[in-house]
């Protein structure tokens, strides 16, 4: 599904974010990206978005070469990925049943079908029923589970996170994190970026370690997630 062959990715200013990376995630896998700050997990991600491309290497996403997608096809090939943010990047002026739809417009989906899916990815994250309300109007966490449904809300096959709980409470935090575990669960690809201890002990799935740009520890053998009542029970004191 994604695969990093001796990726470099070099900045204007000579910065080096990303060295002979070479990296593969299988169709359904979900796994965390972690690293202190500037080791290179936001870089990889530009990569996989096609927000930036390989300086040098082949980032292969479902088994196309981003290094050689024209400009013109970019909005196309972004289709198959969901990004989630950690500023959630959600327009204020606008409401919450409009910022989820934004992608689907742009891509050209029917009235009737739009809605659908709006109501549906609400419904997902647990948020039905607020459609017309403004950004502002919810909290950091529901902000947040309103930047998860307008990345899943056209189906995509990858989904793609930055630090998506670095402005939330711990338990705000497993509660985004166990709805990306219920993407994974009906067969999404999922990868996430963070340094957040406590979700790294929560969760014993896959860690890829980023240092200095590149890969210096990988456990190759995903395990299965924790059921959420137990992720509870052990934060009790």
Excluded: C
Aim: no cysteine; aromatic share 4%; glycine share 8%.
């Amino acid at each position: 599904m994604i695969r990093f062959d001796h990726v470099f990715k070099r900045y204007p200013n000579g910065r080096e974010a990303l060295s002979d990376l070479s990296l593969e995630l299988a169709s359904g896998e979900i796994a965390f990206l972690t690293g202190h700050s500037g080791a290179g997990k936001s870089s990889l991600l530009k990569l996989i978005a096609l927000i930036e491309r390989p300086s040098r290497g082949q980032v292969i996403v479902n088994g196309q070469n981003v290094g050689s997608v024209p400009r013109s096809k970019i909005p196309a090939y972004r289709r198959q990925i969901g990004v989630v943010f950690q500023d959630h990047k959600l327009l204020h002026d606008r409401t919450i049943f409009d910022n989820i739809a934004l992608p689907l417009i742009i891509a050209g989906i029917g009235t009737k079908e739009i809605g659908k899916r709006v109501r549906a990815a609400l419904d997902q994250v647990g948020l039905l029923g607020r459609e017309q309300s403004r950004p502002l109007e919810l909290s950091t966490g529901e902000q947040q589970r309103v930047g998860i449904a307008r990345a899943v809300v056209s189906k995509p096959p990858i989904l793609i996170a930055d630090e998506p709980t670095g402005n939330l409470d711990p338990d705000l935090s497993l509660e985004v994190m166990n709805i990306f575990r219920r993407f994974n669960e009906v067969g999404v690809t999922v990868l996430i970026a963070s340094h957040d201890l406590y979700l790294l002990e929560q969760f014993p799935v896959r860690r890829i370690r980023l240092e200095g740009g590149k890969i210096v520890d990988s456990d190759e053998a995903p395990q299965k997630l924790l059921d959420p009542a137990r992720l509870m029970e052990n934060r009790k004191p």
